[in-house]
């Protein structure tokens, strides 16, 4: 499986990093090995000294697609959860100062760790999902899907174009503002509506 997350696709946080909003999807991957198996600790890698989180929904891809047209999209996921794109800002500034690929500052090990999947009920509406992060019982990112830039239907029909969606992989679909730094001993708490999905403490 592969995990593909997009970029600057809240308005709010492409502005606080000072960055453009695209006028399409951009998305990078992430390997399989950037998930974090259940009850893990998330480890701060030792190659960087400023590692943030970026609270985002997380699209389950329920069956195989290419170049599968908006309309359809929805056919190709059925379950959502909240994960955290855990990003070394300053590996990624340096990548970004120097026009190079993010994946040292993007895909290491465990940067991808992924709550509880639910499936969506009849009266809930993908784009208008609230979701939360806590750390240490404090909010520090919240927003509702209704935000997002690219729809997930626009982004499942965008990437197809040009990767073929399997069963199992993962759509990481952007964070909104409120990215900031994590430290040891930190406990984040991911929250779709007021339910809690996903747990985990930084060592
Ligand atoms: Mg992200």
Redesign the pocket.
Known sequence: MKII???RNYADHAKEMKSEVPTEPVFFLKPDTALLPKRNPFFIPSFSNDVHH?L?LVVRISRVGKSIEERFAHRYYNEVSVGI?F?ARDIQALCKSKGLPWEKAKAFDGSAPVGKFVILKDDQNIQDLDITLKINDQIVQEVNTSKMIFSVTQIISYVSQFITLKIGDLI?T??PAGVGPVKINDKLEGFIGEESLLKLNVK
């Open positions: 997350c997009i970029g970026e985002e794109d990003t990481f952007g964070t």
